[in-house]
């Protein structure tokens, strides 16, 4: 069973607001009893630690990289490659990947991105010993690497459609419509494994045994990664969650969670079945991430959906300014 402990992770010493809304609505809705921001670095005094400080069900641990990744390559047989891996990789998005991986062999539980906000219980999440959830792409490999001019037309087309649907107004709303004709392709900004789960352990090897190309290229060590060793995968089975679960909005269409609009529709963007919703800091919103703060979910949240979101799910917003 997955332990029900939910974990964080953080390169850097600088936690931005967004970030830490991150960890207030896990901890107002996630209904787990352990929550662990693992932090590389000392973080900056400010009030973004100080609301962190204040959170008594928040446990923060200053993790020692090499002395985790030596433990877990010891174990796994893998020696010293997962340190070495590590080292070489040259953004906190790809060590960010290898981290996560080695904290959930480790100790087992949930694993959330920091570009999310909890919406619902994840107790219900821990009842198997590993899951994972899918979002809506465009070009999965076996598009990408198609030479059938039917197979490409086919997904440029889906490319067109999701540009307009990223760029219209309610085009979120547009893009549920045909939706359906899109692929689901997991991704590891949300995943949970008991520890030193079947998952986790071929997801470890498989990135020492990966060339240095793929895993110096982005995304190599993350989700196309993971899709790979999901397909894959030969032990017990694996849960993957429905978009919904986990990716209310898709890849592009995301950039909706942070347009100003007349009226917010909150209630249709996050369906019965939505946990988490993560909001893809690393494509198109990733300049948004400097301005937000408590100040700025309250003025925007009657005409924003993230602002929304977050106010909707931090009762305790307030105090935490």
């Not at 070009?139 to 059938?148: V, Y």
């Not at 889906?158 to 979120?172: E, M, Y």
């Amino acid at each position: 069973m997955i332990p029900p402990r939910l974990h964080f992770c953080w390169i850097g010493g600088q936690l931005p607001w967004a970030y830490v809304f991150a960890i207030l609505s896990a901890i107002e809705r996630s209904d787990l009893p352990e929550i662990i921001l693992h932090h590389t670095d000392a973080l900056e005094d400010g009030p973004q630690r100080d609301a962190l400080l204040a959170q008594k069900q928040l446990r923060m641990d200053r993790v020692d990289v090499v002395q985790l990744l030596s433990g877990t390559g010891a174990r796994l047989g893998l020696g010293t490659e997962l340190v070495e891996l590590y080292q070489r990789l040259a953004t906190p998005v790809a060590r960010s990947d290898v981290l996560r991986a080695a904290i959930l062999h480790a100790q087992g539980g949930i694993y959330l991105d920091l570009d999310t906000v909890t919406v619902a219980s994840l107790r219900p999440l821990i009842t198997g010993s590993q899951f994972l959830g899918s979002e809506l792409i465009v070009w999965p490999r076996a598009a990408r690497t198609s030479k059938s001019p039917l197979v490409l037309s086919r997904h440029l087309a889906l490319d067109l459609v999701r540009k307009a649907c990223r760029r219209l107004p309610h085009g979120w709303s547009l893009f549920r419509r045909v939706e359906r004709y899109y692929h689901r392709s997991v991704n590891n900004a949300v995943m949970g494994a008991a520890a030193g789960s079947q998952l986790m352990t071929s997801y470890l090897v498989a990135m020492v045994r990966l060339s240095r190309e793929r895993q110096l290229q982005r995304y190599g060590l993350g989700p196309h990664l993971l899709r790979d060793v999901a397909a894959g995968f030969q032990g017990d089975g694996i849960v993957i969650h429905r978009p919904p679960v986990f990716y209310p909005l898709a890849p592009e269409i995301s950039e909706h969670w942070f347009r100003i609009v007349p009226r917010v529709r909150l209630g249709e963007v996050l369906t019965p079945e939505t946990r988490v919703a993560h909001w893809y800091a690393s494509v198109r919103t990733r300049a948004m991430v400097e301005r937000i703060s408590p100040s700025y979910v309250q003025r925007n949240r009657h005409r924003q959906l993230y602002s929304a979101m977050v106010c909707a799910n931090i009762a305790r917003l307030r105090q935490a300014a």
